[in-house]
């Protein structure tokens, strides 16, 4: 499998991605916004774009789809329950389908309502462990649930499905947030040492070539997967004093999403 990791510059700080079989030059186009920067891509890489794979139905996400489609004639994929959100959807998927791309690459769908309600993340099927994770996790955070999610929801998601994945699981989400949110994790965990190693490395520097974590690595880092953190609940609990001495991690991590809301 063949990762093509496009930095689109604009003020949303948008990821896409072009997902390739090294055998036919099929590509599969992940949340193509900026087209001409993803068309030109797989052009130099001589990939041809056969499907796109809209994580969910917000715009920057979605915004690339018809030139995309005009360009290539590519197949747009979403979320089963997405309908008329986005439109000229060729084939609806939920948990457990197959998205194949040529002879070899797999991926497979991920129902991780929370951002959206209806939310797919891709995980590979390949020697290769990824997660395309669009706006559910982030490097060292997590999606905001402003328009059409819920907190609660992308509590279970992350609980259920994605601290379950192999640590060795390669993170590739739908925006490069990741300065903004180690300063997160370090209002939240001041001593957390694993974030202010990564910092300094993340300060200033250009998402087109910026680091990709695994989810060992999140771990260490990402607040909203620390949510058992003594240093975590004891920092939280100057801001909700009402916690409970032992609050359950779902009470932590909603708390904690109200509080990055205004970060």
């Known amino acids: 499998m063949l990762v093509e990791r496009i930095w689109t510059g604009n003020a949303y700080r948008n990821y896409n991605y072009l997902i390739a079989c090294p055998d036919t030059g099929e590509a599969l186009a992940i949340d193509p916004l900026d087209h001409i920067k993803v068309l030109a891509a797989a052009k130099a890489k001589g990939w041809h774009i056969t499907q796109i794979l809209n994580t969910h139905e917000h715009g920057d996400h979605t915004g690339g789809n018809a030139a995309v489609v005009a360009a290539t004639g590519a197949r747009v994929i979403a979320h089963h329950r997405s309908g008329s ?109 694993a974030a202010k190693e990564l910092l300094p490395k993340v300060t200033g520097h250009d998402p087109a070539t910026s680091i990709i974590t695994t989810l060992k690595e999140e771990k260490r880092f990402n607040t909203f997967l620390r949510l058992t953190s003594p240093g975590v609940i004891a920092k939280l609990r100057e801001s909700f004093p009402e916690l409970p001495e032992r609050p359950d991690a779902k009470t932590v991590f909603v708390k904690l999403r109200e509080l990055r809301n205004k970060w």
């Open 85 to 193: 959100a986005i439109p000229g959807m060729d084939r609806g998927v939920k948990a457990g389908d197959t998205i194949k791309v040529g002879k070899h690459v797999e991926l497979e769908c991920m129902d991780t309502p929370g951002h959206t309600l209806c939310h797919i993340c891709l995980k590979s099927r390949t020697d290769m462990k990824a997660l395309f994770s669009g706006d559910t996790l982030f490097n060292a955070g997590a999606g905001n649930c402003h328009n059409g999610g819920d907190p609660e929801t992308l509590f279970a998601t992350f609980a259920d499905q994605l601290e379950k994945l192999p640590d060795d699981t390669q993170i590739f989400p739908g925006h490069d947030y990741v300065e903004n949110n180690l300063k997160f994790t370090l209002n939240r965990e001041p001593d957390n040492a």
